[in-house]
């Protein structure tokens, strides 16, 4: 992370230049998008929409001080959440429908994200936690560099679904300082089923180690200042899926990320997805595989009747306080603005 207080000199020829081509590639891949796995080709500069959703423009549905993120995420001040309209994943049981399938949000212009990212400071967010941004990477860096020249100094994570290019990664690699990725499954008959997507695993698993790579695990205090959070939702009934996930952390991020093993499924809408909450057996069970496997560095979500209810989980978007009260405080909203 830099110092906002360091003077900037100018760039060496050379870096310009390199970063003047990474700007064009950028905006050239949404001519014929392939930002993201899917690989549609459309033409988003053109005003036409992606799988995604979304065009080139930036959408953003809502910011706010979330404090339902992990404790070294939330801090005492919590985390400055963006939550980015669209997704290039769009999973059957996603808590935010609404603003990934649903095209809820409003389009920002780079200098109104800088301004929202520094509103969240201002309130005393211990960073900016950015919402399944990846099909708009280009967008949301060049909004992170301009809030980081007006005076941004807190960390920039990156919360994803996982199904993200290791291009697109690149260009956030001198943005962001921690990475919260998704690892939903590793079964490609699961992933096709839910995200249509079977090839979710093979790229998902890809992009963590990419950033397992950007990044080495730091802290301020109890903070984190840098480094990777692998996510799991355990689906009920498809237990199997997270032990597969278990195994790939133990092999393969152990000792470079930690892990957050969720519990919060609830199943929001009608249709080809678990109609249940986790069981306590479930729980249980999962909880000795962490054992099992010998992963200690990371954090699992307790088993509580909220989540049966759902209530405590769900965002609504059409509301200013998209969650309940106690979970966040609104900064910027898609329908007022600044609130």
Aim: net charge negative.
């Amino acid at each position: 992370m830099r110092d906002a207080s360091s003077k900037r000199g100018a760039l060496p020829l050379t870096v310009c230049l390199w970063y003047t081509d990474c700007v064009n590639d950028a905006l050239s891949s949404y001519k014929n998008c392939r930002l993201c796995p899917r690989g549609c080709g459309v033409d988003r500069l053109a005003g036409n929409k992606g799988f995604c959703g979304e065009t080139a423009a930036l959408r953003i549905a809502a910011a706010a001080i979330h404090r339902g993120e992990e404790p070294p995420i939330t801090g005492v001040g919590g985390s400055g959440a963006i939550f980015v309209s669209g997704c290039a994943l769009q999973c059957a049981f996603c808590q935010n429908y609404q603003i990934s399938q649903q095209g809820m949000g409003k389009i920002v212009t780079e200098a109104e994200f800088a301004r929202i990212c520094l509103a969240l400071q201002e309130k005393h967010a211990e960073n900016i936690n950015i919402v399944t941004g990846s099909h708009v990477a280009p967008a949301l860096a060049a909004g992170i560099r301009a809030a980081r020249k007006q005076g941004l100094v807190i960390p920039v994570l990156w919360n994803s679904s996982g199904y993200e290019t290791l291009e697109a990664l690149s260009l956030l690699e001198d943005v962001i300082d921690a990475y919260l990725p998704d690892l939903k499954t590793l079964d490609s008959a699961l992933a096709e089923r839910f995200f249509k997507a079977a090839d979710y695993g093979e790229v998902a698993s890809a992009a963590i180690k990419k950033t397992l790579e950007f990044r080495n695990l730091r802290y301020e205090g109890a903070v984190l200042r840098s480094g990777v959070i692998v996510r799991h939702l355990v689906l009920p009934g498809h237990l199997d899926s997270t032990r597969d996930v278990l195994h790939w952390f133990a092999e393969n991020a152990m000792g470079k990320g930690l892990l957050s093993l969720m519990m919060q499924y609830t199943p929001v809408r009608n249709g080809d997805i678990p109609d249940r909450s986790v069981h306590e057996a479930e729980y249980e069970t999962v909880l000795c595989w962490l054992d099992e496997f010998g992963i200690e560095d990371g954090f699992y979500q307790e088993l509580t009747p909220d989540m049966s209810a759902g209530n405590e989980w769900l965002p609504d978007f059409n509301r200013v306080n998209s969650f309940s009260s106690k979970l966040s405080t609104p900064v910027w909203h898609w329908r007022v603005g600044f609130v």
